[in-house]
């Protein structure tokens, strides 16, 4: 089963921007599961930032629509997360996750937005904290 690992949290001014990262090791086939986002607040369900296949058909949660952008690079087994427009409301623990899927396996990207609980691995988490 795949191990991530999260990277590239802090704190970032209203309207500016951040990257995650996330290391993925431990299966020699990491182009074999859809990957993505999801972030908590404390108080609050999980909520599904974004998600991608293998090929890069991806899904966004809507709060986030137009401001974040995943994807990913299957040479080096990493997931990237650009965070643009930011907003107090984005601020939380950010947790990558991943799901085994098929190439275009669209319903496993969108159940991952919808549901992060599906994911069968996700990291430790990067916190993000966005001053207004």
């Known amino acids: 089963q795949v191990q991530l690992m999260e990277s590239g949290g802090g704190e970032v001014q209203a309207g500016g921007s951040i990257r995650l990262s996330c290391r993925a090791s431990g299966d020699d086939n990491y182009s074999r599961y859809c990957m993505g986002w999801y972030r908590e607040v404390p108080g609050k369900d999980r909520e599904g930032v974004a998600a991608?296949?293998?090929?890069?058909?991806?899904e966004y949660g809507t709060s986030v629509k137009g401001r974040f952008t995943v994807s990913r690079n299957n040479a080096k087994n990493i997931l990237y997360l650009q965070m643009n427009s930011l907003k107090p409301e984005d601020t939380g623990m950010y947790f990558c996750?991943?799901?085994?899927?098929?190439?275009?396996?669209?319903?496993?990207?969108?159940?991952?937005?919808?549901?992060?609980?599906?994911?069968?691995?996700w990291g430790q988490g990067t916190q993000v904290t966005v001053a207004s």
């Open positions: 996750m991943a799901d085994l899927c098929n190439p275009r396996d669209y319903d496993v990207v969108h159940a991952m937005v919808v549901n992060p609980n599906v994911a069968v691995s």
């Open positions: 991608l296949d293998s090929d890069g058909s991806t």
